[in-house]
């Protein structure tokens, strides 16, 4: 029986071996592991790429948050508000840095944070808001950016999942003051481990993202303020620029992919599909339904070999590690509710349509299953 990943990352290294194996193999000779040339190729292609004036190649994408935060001026109490329904490394982040979360409940149909609840959030603490660009799907900038003006928040995008997603021809990453994004290897965008960057348009902030990843150091053995470490390393930035490169026709390979299983799973009881939004072009980094009795629908799959998951199984107020913020269940029911029934497929630019034919069989099999198993009992 055929093993169908969630994300298959060899079919995406198979197809960049031979440029990047020689790059990877130059850097080894030449020992060039930290700071060198591919790293600013990388960071000048990814920020023309975006749209921005600067790109900062980070070490990962939560640093990627706390440094973009640190550097708007986020501080020790300020509140920083975003959706209950994320990683918990959005929240993590600002938590890092001795600021507040403010955690806002999502819309129904996309699950995205809801403008409407970030204006009820809204206080005299408010330093930033944090929209989280899930799924491949961008966050309501348009409101999201007027509700920042007026309050003076700085508006810096959490675009972990989202790289090349647009929205009336502005690209992820390029909205708000900065942007932080992963490119963790599962990602649209992935690396050979772990990777991130920031974007702006400020050349302020994008001193002070460089100065903090480096120790807080403008220079070799000066440090203004306690930084920390956090740069992009060669290798990595070697292989982001050979994926880089394939991104558009990645993208719009999951895209067709999309568009497959909406055929397939059309008018299929007990499975409601993501709702997407004819004006903006989503990246769909992941393929996401609901389901009634998700955990069981999930381990049958998994039992036939199908490499299906959820993005996110427990929302940032309900796990221990954010106790401390007085939430819990009933604060963010849409973001509850989705949590319970939410229901990852496979999906990555080389999945096939018959691997899609086996998994929505597997799917309809299942839900059927279990939804008879709940009527006899």
Known sequence: MEHIPLVDLRAQQAEIAEETEAEVLGVLRSAAYIGGPAVKEFESAYANYVGAAHCIGVGNGTDALELALRATGVGVGGEVILPANTFVATAEAVARIGAVPVLVDVDAAHL?????????????????????????KLAPMEEILALAESCGAAVIEDAAQSQGARHNGKVSGSFGVAAATSFYPGKNLGAAGDAGAVTTNDPDIAEQVRMLGGHGSPSKYVHDVVGMNSRLDTIQAVVLKAKLRRLESWNQKRREAVARYGELLANVPGVSL????????????????????RDAVLEFLNDVGIGAGVHYPTPVHLTKAFSYLGKGEGDFPVAEAAAGRILSLPIFPHITAAQQQRVVEALVGAVKAIAGEERRS
């Open 112 to 136: 995205l944070i809801d403008p409407m609840c970030v204006a009820g959030a809204i206080s005299p603490k408010t330093q930033a808001i944090v929209p989280v660009h899930l799924f491949g």
């Open 274 to 293: 993501p709702v997407p939004r004819l004006d903006y072009e989503d990246v769909w980094h992941l393929y996401v339904v609901q389901v009634n009795s």
